[in-house]
């Protein structure tokens, strides 16, 4: 059996260990979080496998790829090369979208530049490039008795043209239609000169059977009109108006316009030669002027520059200014005041319509200002006009080149659809383009399942049908992966930054499929987050598809049926941190199941489990969010019950986060706390006892890599006082401040407390050395010679939270916070971890321990999102007992969630669907676990009926 032998592993907390992994398997690795599972998939073998790749390349490659660093490994063998689908890949630029990523979009545009056909936007008329022999042909099709041909010269422009009639009789045209009337070019004909008039040379009369004669007339009118040609059927009427010339020929009546041009024939729009560049709102070609191609425009909103109309100018009714009343804005606002009738003492609601206008937007009127200093020193006065807040704002936001003041005059603005495009982000003329009379927008907007459909059904001319052949086979085999993956509820334009980490890396893998690599290491990082159940499948046969083409696939994992599934699992542990790092149980699923080692192969078994809770709480107060409708929400009222633990659940895309955090969440926030943050469509929200509102999400603890989980969760603080209080601090004179390494003073100023100095490699990685000054300990020696039990404050730093605990334990407001950390399964991280190694599900459990360790109202409402991400069986079953905590301090908790064992485990659900996109966005059933699982419709009650019933 061909392996991937791996010799003397020890990065980061891996304790030397050995590993021959099978090659064209599926293999899952799990264990607890923290035991090592991604410090060996990701951080020693892609990383090897990486490596050895990029070090191939020449030197002058390798600067543009950034070299991985070489992982401590004895050896590896059997190495392919290695691919990574992680988390952490999605795009957060605003023009990245599904299409774009999956590269469907390219071959859209290219689709659309080559068999698409272009209409005017003003007058629906299918524009068409026709050689003047085409054109005879169709006019022979369209007419059945004698037509005359003419040459449009002048459309709807102003002027007399005397000279253009002098020209047209010298070079043989008799006779010319002004405005409709047939007049002879020798004639004198008297027009206005203000007037748009139009003029056609009249060069024929002919009859449909004599082609010659058609044709010569045809490309005669062409020449002249340069391009155009106007067909009109019946008797000219010399001197008089003919009525319904500009009637189309289906309605029986007189006349057609023909373009050997890409114009249309009517009003003369031009349109160049489809290019695949005119489709992308990323080129200057396709993309809307007003919005650059992105969809949207911030707007400055006079409900957010004044959100309190019962307040007045000088109660600070105009948020956008600090303080609107001292100082000259007092000043200027008091004479806009005087001049429109209205006082900086009347509240807004009684304006006037014209003096709330005058004031939001300005006027032309001419107003005296007389400014002067509060000392009296200064005196200045002027006449001018007032421009308005919103259009100052918008001025100073233009002018600014303040970062943070740009940000501040940002809360005043709302983001709106471009008014141009209407959020299209192209231009007109290329949203006119069809296919199967449909816009590449209209395609893009449907959702994959829809989209697989219409083009399953295009139907296409042989010429189109044979030019589209390669790139609709393309097209089709990408919207099946995506498909196959569970995404069929997305749509191609939806932006690549609102996609959940799961998804995106399921796209990912989508893609990945599409390229049929064979012989290729794929190491993914639980793909099944996000996933319902009934979706699992989906995501499982196609990893085994992935294998089935001759690849390597590792999976670290914690989902159940994945883990049954594998051909394959390594189970490491057996606890967290310095505790983990072992190989405990390797083998077949059954193998681990039967493994009396591992934690993993209990809780497989059923030696371990999560016990249905013996009773649950019967909620008694409601908040209601009555007639959602934002995105997929089919208008629905929604009960929350209040201090319980609420589980929201449903398929991907059947509206879960739409309600908890586009509508309740923004909702309570403005209601509560003034926030400037839009509500998703709602009619009204009724917030029942509630008066705080906490998102615990999986975003990072901070920004920098200073930040860590001792300074997030006040530990540090506390640790500061304590240092500050020994006799050795005292004696030194030395306050908490000096023990931080964020200010000068303490820390050491080599590295500015970083303990690390970054060396730019230019072709090489970046290269992080020890600080030579302080050998990697932050501070300087004389904050460094203050001692607590032995222990230095950085020594504190490069403690776990275990290993603090025991030092602590005697220090009540110490041992209680470190003692949430324990709770909630981070005893393994260490107290100066940097925040940008945490993974998100440990960030999350770091912001749970915040917030339990705060003095609670019990009036709080919390909202999660998958906070199992990450979490192994054993870890889950803390978590709940950390959210059921929550709940006893009279809190409300909301979680969105998949997992069944915390959904079993909860007070109450509302499970949405029935399906995703379009076809979810309803209530499916809603109350405890027992009935949910009788509720037939429910995907959900049907998966956790075994669980309810077995335990």
Sequence with gaps: MKVLSIKGARQHNLKNINIDIPRDKLVVVTGLSGSGKSTLAFDTIYAEGQRRYVESLSAYARQFLGLMNKPDVDSIEGLSPAISIDQKTTSKNPRSTVGTITEIYDYLRLLFARVGTPF?????????????????????????????????????????????????????????????????TDEKVNMDRYKMHDIDVVIDRVTINDEQRLSEAVESAIKY?????????????????????????????????????????????????????????????????????????????????????????????????????????????????????????????????????????????????????????????HKGTWEGLIPQSERLYQQTESDYRRKELEKFMRVSACPSCDGNRLKRKVLSVKVSDKSIIEVTNMSIRDSLEFFENLKLNSKNAEIAKQILKEIRSRLEFLEKVGLNYLTLSRGSATLSGGEAQRIRLATQIGSNLVGVLYILDEPSIGLHQRNNHKLISTLKRLRDLGNTLIVVEHDEDTIRSADYVIDIGPGAGIHGGKIIAHGTPE???????????????????????????????????????????????????????????????????????????????????????????????????????????????????????????????????????????????????????????????????????????????????????CKGQRYNKETLAVKYKGKSISDILNMS??????????????????????????????????????????????????????????????????????????????????????????????????????????????????????????????GTPEEIAKEKKSYTGQYIKGLLIND
């Design 120 to 184: 005017c936007p003003d007058h629906n008329i299918k524009i068409t490039k026709q050689s003047p022999q085409a054109i005879s042909e169709q006019i022979a099709l369209d007419f059945k008795n004698d037509v005359i041909i003419l040459s449009p010269v002048v459309r709807k422009k102003k002027g007399t043209y005397e000279q253009l009639l002098i020209d047209l009789n010298k070079n043989g045209y008799m006779r010319v239609r002004i405005d409709g009337v047939i007049h002879r």
């Design 225 to 381: 009109s340069k391009g155009l040609v106007i067909v009109q059927e019946g008797l000219e009427k010399q001197g008089t108006k003919q009525h319904n010339i500009k009637a189309n020929i289906k309605d029986n009546t007189f006349e057609k316009i023909y373009s050997s041009n890409m114009s249309c024939p009517e009003c003369g729009m031009v349109f160049e030669e489809l290019q695949p560049r005119m489709f992308s709102f990323n080129s200057p070609f396709g993309a809307c002027e007003e919005c650059s191609g992105l969809g949207i425009k911030m707007d400055f909103d006079p409900d957010l520059i004044i959100p309190d109309k019962n307040k007045s100018i000088a109660d600070g009714a105009i948020s956008v200014y600090r303080n609107a009343i001292d100082g000259w804005r007092g000043k200027y606002l008091g004479a806009v005041a005087k001049h429109h009738g209205f006082s900086v003492f009347t509240p807004i609601k009684e304006f006037t319509k014209e003096q709330y206008d005058a004031l939001m937007y300005g006027s032309d009127d001419q107003i005296k200002f007389n400014i002067s200093m509060k000392n009296g020193d200064a005196q200045w006065s």
């Design 591 to 773: 193998e681990i199941e039967q493994n009396p080692e591992s934690l993993t192969g209990k809780y497989m078994s059923g030696q371990l489990s999560i016990d249905v809770p013996k009773s649950r709480r019967k909620p008694k107060k409601f908040m209601n969010i009555i007639g959602c409708k934002e995105h997929n929400l089919k208008n629905i009222d929604v009960k929350i019950p209040l201090s319980v633990l609420t589980l929201i659940t449903g398929v991907s895309g059947s509206g879960k986060s739409t309600l908890i955090y586009d509508i309740m969440y923004k909702a309570l926030m403005k209601k509560l706390h003034g926030s400037k943050m839009r509500p998703g469509k709602h009619n009204h929200i009724e917030n029942g006892k509630i008066d705080k509102v906490i998102v615990i999400d999986q975003s990072p603890i901070g920004k920098t890599p200073r930040s860590n989980p001792a300074t997030y969760t006040k530990v540090f603080d506390e640790i500061r006082k304590l240092f500050a209080s020994t006799q050795e601090a005292k004696v030194r004179g030395y306050s908490p401040g000096r023990f931080s390494f964020n200010v000068k003073g303490g820390r050491c100023e080599a590295c500015q407390g970083d303990g690390l100095i970054k060396i730019e490699m230019n072709f090489l990685p970046d290269v992080f050395v020890q600080c030579e000054e």
């Design 801 to 926: 939270v275990e290993e603090a605990l025991e030092l602590f334990k005697n220090i009540p407001i110490l041992r209680r916070k470190l003692n949430l950390l324990n709770r909630v399964g981070l005893e393994y991280i260490k107290l100066g971890q940097s925040s940008i190694t945490l993974s998100g599900g440990e960030a999350q459990r770091i912001k749970l321990t915040r917030e339990l360790s705060k003095k609670d109202t019990g009036k709080t409402l919390y909202l999660l999102d998958e906070p199992t991400t990450g979490l192994h069986f054993h870890d889950v079953k803390k978590l709940i007992k950390v959210l059921n905590d929550l709940v006893d301090k009279g809190n409300s908790v909301v979680v969105i969630e998949h997992n069944l064992d915390v959904v079993k485990s909860a007070d109450h659900v509302i499970d949405l669907g029935p399906e995703g996109g379009d076809e979810g966005g309803y209530i499916v059933a809603e």
